[in-house]
C-alpha cells in the first residue's frame, strides 16, 4: 500500500505522534484522528497534546482532524479510504479508569467498535493495528514466582523468559483499565476470525521515548527522567525493585509495519524489550543519577492496587512469526531520553 492513506487514531499522544510521523516518511499520506482530551483525562494542562499535534502540523502528508473517536460518524468518515487503520486513542492511565471507570470504558471500548465497524463497512476493508496492554493479564502475573535479587525482582521458573500470549487472562482482578483494554482485544480478534479483517493485536509492556510526556500516574521511564531533570520530586511505590521490559518507540513501529507486511491474516503479540532489555526502578533512579550528578529527590509510599512487581514480555513469538527484534536497548534508550529532556526543559517548567 505503498502511499496509500493511513488513519493513526490518538495521533497527538506519545505512541501515535511517532507512528503518524513514521508512516508520513514513508510516503503515506496521513489522517490524525484526536480530540485532544489527554489532559482532561488525566487532569493535566494540554501542553503534550498541542506539543504533538503541532509538530506533525509542520511535516508533510499529515492532515489533522479534531475529533472524537467515540463518535461512529467521526471515524467512519476520517477512515474513508484508509488502507491501514492505527488505533492508539485510549485512556490510558490504571489510577484515573479507578477513579471515572465511564470515562475510561467509553474511550476505550465504544471507540475501539467505532474503529472495528468503520473498517467492516469499507471495501477493501482495511486492516487494523491495535494498541492493547499487558494489564489484559491482570492479578494473574502476580502469581508467577519470583526471585529478589539486589536491586530487583525476577521472574522464576517456567516464565523466566516472560509472559506468553497464552498467559491466561481470566478469572482475577484487571482493573477496569484492564478490562476495557481487553474487551477492545478480544473484539479485535473477533473481526478477524468473522470479517476477515487483517487485524495485529499488541500487548504492550513498557513503551518509551521522545515526545513522552509521563507523569506518575503513566510513562514512568519518562516521568523518572523528567523530574531527574527538572528537580521534581518523585513517589516510589512499593520497594523500587519492579522490573518492566523496555521497548523504545521506534522499534514499536517497526513491529507495527513488519505485521503489516507480512502474510498474517490477524496475530496477538506481547510487545516489550522481552528479557534482555528489562530495567527495574532502582536500577532507573541510578542511571539517571549517574548522567546528571546529582540525587534524586525521593518518597516511598505502599504499594498501589494491583502493582506488578515484574512484567517482561515473552517476544519470541514476534520474533519468529514477524523477523521483529528490538535494536535499542534500555542504556541507550535513556540516554536519548535524558538528551531530548534537557533540549526541551522549558516545557516541563
Excluded at 33 to 47: E, G, V
Excluded at 143 to 167: C, K, M, S, Y
Excluded at 185 to 208: E, N, P, W
Amino acid at each position: 500500500m505503498a502511499g496509500g492513506k493511513v488513519l493513526v487514531t490518538g495521533g497527538a499522544g506519545f505512541i501515535g505522534s511517532h507512528v503518524a510521523e513514521s508512516f508520513a516518511a514513508d510516503g503515506h499520506r496521513v489522517t490524525v484522528l484526536d480530540n485532544l482530551s489527554r489532559a482532561k483525562l488525566l487532569q493535566k494542562d494540554d501542553r503534550n497534546a498541542r506539543f504533538n499535534w503541532d509538530h506533525l502540523a509542520a511535516r508533510d502528508g499529515v492532515t489533522l482532524v479534531e475529533g472524537d473517536c467515540r463518535d461512529a460518524g467521526t471515524v467512519r468518515e476520517a477512515a474513508d479510504g484508509a488502507g491501514v487503520i492505527v488505533h492508539a486513542a485510549a485512556q490510558t492511565a490504571v489510577t484515573t479508569s479507578v477513579t471515572d471507570p465511564r470515562a475510561d470504558f467509553e474511550n476505550n471500548v465504544i471507540a475501539a467498535f467505532n474503529v472495528l465497524e468503520a473498517a467492516r463497512n469499507q471495501s477493501p476493508r482495511p486492516a487494523v493495528v491495535f494498541c492493547s496492554t499487558n494489564k489484559v493479564y491482570g492479578a494473574n502475573v502476580n502469581d508467577v514466582p519470583l526471585t529478589e535479587q539486589r536491586t530487583r525482582w525476577a521472574f522464576a521458573g517456567e516464565l523466566a523468559g516472560g509472559i506468553p500470549e497464552t498467559f491466561s487472562v481470566d478469572r482475577c482482578e484487571h482493573t477496569p483499565y484492564g478490562c476495557s483494554k481487553l474487551t477492545g482485544d478480544l473484539y479485535m480478534q473477533d473481526y478477524a476470525h468473522l470479517y476477515g479483517i487483517k487485524t495485529g493485536v499488541f500487548r504492550m509492556s513498557c513503551i518509551y521515548g521522545t515526545r513522552q510526556f509521563g507523569m506518575e500516574d503513566q510513562g514512568w521511564v519518562a516521568w523518572f527522567t523528567i523530574a531527574a531533570l527538572t528537580g521534581k520530586s518523585i513517589t516510589i511505590f512499593g520497594d523500587g525493585k519492579q522490573v518492566r521490559d523496555l521497548l523504545w518507540v521506534d522499534d514499536l513501529i517497526a513491529a507495527y509495519k513488519a505485521f503489516l507486511g507480512s502474510d498474517a491474516p490477524h496475530g496477538v503479540y506481547n510487545m516489550g524489550g522481552g528479557p534482555e532489555n528489562t530495567l527495574s526502578l532502582r536500577e532507573l533512579v541510578g542511571r539517571l543519577e549517574d548522567r546528571t550528578g546529582t540525587p534524586l529527590d525521593l518518597t516511598y509510599a505502599d504499594w498501589r492496587p494491583s502493582d506488578q512487581k515484574v512484567y517482561v514480555s515473552d517476544i519470541a513469538k514476534a520474533t519468529g512469526e514477524l523477523g521483529w527484534s528490538p535494536r535499542v536497548t534500555p542504556a541507550e534508550g535513556v540516554d536519548r531520553l535524558i538528551d531530548w529532556v534537557s533540549d526541551h526543559r522549558a516545557l516541563f517548567a
